[in-house]
């Protein structure tokens, strides 16, 4: 005698297509114009924190 199968056969129905909605779509703009004052400044490479770092820096890979 064969065993009893433990699974269901697929019904032949169609398979119902759910609907779509609308994706959300976000735009940003980005400005245009940059501050060019901010792209000169150049003060963090006298800053006394930046500069004893890559003193320490400079130390370890001239070794």
């Known amino acids: 005698m064969a065993p009893i199968w433990p699974f269901k056969k697929k019904s032949l129905e169609t398979a ?3 609907t779509l909605e609308a994706s959300k779509v976000v735009e940003y703009e980005r400005p245009d114009k940059i501050d060019e004052n901010i792209e000169k400044d150049r003060s963090h490479l006298t800053n006394k924190n930046f500069v004893d770092a890559m003193a ?3 130390e370890d ?3």
């Open 56 to 58: 320490l820096l400079s």
């Open 16 to 18: 119902k297509a759910s």
């Open 61 to 63: 890979i001239n070794e």
